[in-house]
T-cell receptor
Framework: DTGVSQNPRHKITKRGQNVTFRCDPI?????LYWYRQTLGQGPEFLTY????????KSRLLSDRFSAERPKGSFSTLEIQRTEQGDSAMYLC?????????????FGEGSRLTVL | GQSLEQPSEVTAVEGAIVQINCTYQ??????LSWYQQHDGGAPTFLSY????GLEETGRFSSFLSRSDSYGYLLLQELQMKDSASYFC????????FGSGTKLNVKP
């Protein structure tokens, strides 16, 4: 299966620790997105890349969050000094640059629990 | 962020037809997408409207009216496996999602 891969699938950490999530998109996709989802809510946009360039970051996103896509392939999302409010599912998605089909391909997500 | 409104929950019986509405306040998007998400699963793409009108994909159809700031997803011949959450999402090169509609299909 060559879909979007995320790891770890689950992460439990103590408040104040740093965590990093990795996303491997579909290989020919040049756009990569990070979303956050909490129970009963829709995915919330965090940031997105076109190749290695980070094109936009949500204004609501704390500066404790940083994302990279150094070679235009996989991406990492780091959360520094985690807080209990960071507990959520972190979803990665990828697409071709042309969004004429309106389709994002999502990974299974990384669930973060901050104690 | 953007504001898309959907009903929080809808219940229907197997074999029926159900319509899930999505109203929005922000214009200028490229199109409106619909996604399905089962509990514990990833969102999966269902349908997309770049232009006004109806798009049909098997049992699922989606409609967009930019003049009415409104779209809907139509699910026909409901099956138990259609029980899931459904999200509309505006395409601004990144996607802004609504809060979702939980569909319960009963026998």
């Amino acid at each position: 299966d060559t879909g979007v891969s995320q790891n770890p699938r689950h992460k439990i950490t103590k408040r104040g620790q740093n965590v990093t999530f990795r996303c491997d998109p579909i290989s020919e996709h040049n756009r990569l997105y990070w979303y956050r989802q909490t129970l009963g809510q829709g995915p919330e946009f965090l940031t997105y890349f076109q190749n290695e360039a980070q094109l936009e970051k949500s204004r609501l996103l704390s500066d404790r969050f940083s994302a990279e896509r150094p070679k235009g392939s996989f991406s990492t999302l780091e959360i520094q000094r985690t807080e209990q409010g960071d507990s959520a599912m972190y979803l990665c998605a990828s697409s071709l640059m042309s969004l004429s089909t309106g389709e994002l391909f999502f990974g299974e997500g990384s669930r973060l629990t901050v104690l | 962020g953007q504001s898309l409104e959907q009903p929080s929950e809808v219940t229907a019986v197997e074999g029926a037809i159900v319509q899930i509405n999505c109203t929005y306040q922000t214009s200028g998007f490229y199109g409106l997408s619909w996604y399905q998400q089962h509990d514990g699963g990833a969102p999966t793409f269902l349908s997309y409207n770049a232009l006004d009108g109806l798009e049909e994909t098997g049992r699922f159809s989606s409609f967009l009216s930019r003049s009415d700031s409104y779209g809907y997803l139509l699910l026909q011949e409901l099956q138990m496996k259609d029980s899931a959450s459904y999200f509309c999402a505006e395409n601004f090169n990144k996607f802004y999602f609504g809060s979702g509609t939980k569909l319960n299909v009963k026998p």
